[in-house]
C-alpha cells in the first residue's frame, strides 16, 4: 500500500520561484486594479458632498475674517465714540475735518487718491471672498459633469471586469506567454535599430 502523500511530484525549486515570483506580481496586480476601480467610484460617488463640504469650510472661514474685522470696527468706533464724548479737542478736529475748514498756518500737503484713508470707513477690510483648497479644482469636475462622472464610472466597471477575468493566477500561462510574447516584440523592435 503506498502512501498518498510522499508520492507527491517533484517539482524543480527554481520553477516554483519562478512561478510564484510571477503568482505575487498578478496578485499585486489584481488588487492595484480593484483598488484603483474603488478609488475611481468614490471619487465620483463622494465629489458632489466633498465640493460642499469644502465650500461650507471657506464660507466658514470667510464668515471668521469678516467677524474679526467687523469686531475690530466697533472697537475703534467705541474708542471714537469715547473719544468724541470726552475730549474737546478731538471733537474739534474731527468737525474741522468733515467741514473742510483749515487753521492759521496750517498747511497742506497733496496726496494720491490711492493713499487716502478714511479712518471712519473700513468697508474693504471687511470684504472677505471664501477661498477654497487647492484640490478644488481636482474634485470639481467630478462633482459636476455628468459626462465625466459616467466615464469614470464605465472606466472603474471596465477595470473590475477585466481584473476578475483577465488577472487571476488561474490565468497564469496565458499572461506569462503574452508578457514574453511583446518583451520578445520590444526587444527584436531594440535589436533591428540598434547599432552594430
Known sequence: MTNLF??????????????????????????LMLFTASAMYALVALAPRWIDNMQLVADKQANKRRLLALEQEVEDMNTVLVAVESDPEFKAELARLDFSVKR?????????????????????????????????????????????????????AVLTIVAFTFVQESQEAQLRTSLETVRDFIQATKNRYRKT
Open 104 to 156: 492759521p498756518g496750517d498747511e497742506d500737503i497733496p496726496v494720491d487718491e490711492r493713499y487716502l484713508v478714511d479712518a471712519r470707513s473700513r468697508a474693504g477690510d471687511i470684504q472677505a471672498e471664501p477661498i477654497l483648497p487647492w484640490h478644488a479644482a481636482f474634485v470639481r469636475p467630478f462633482a459636476e459633469s455628468d459626462s465625466l462622472r459616467r466615464l469614470t464610472l464605465f472606466a472603474a
Open 6 to 31: 510522499t508520492s507527491a511530484p517533484s517539482i524543480n525549486p527554481m520553477q516554483r520561484s519562478s512561478d510564484s515570483k510571477f503568482a505575487w506580481i498578478i496578485s499585486l496586480a489584481f488588487w
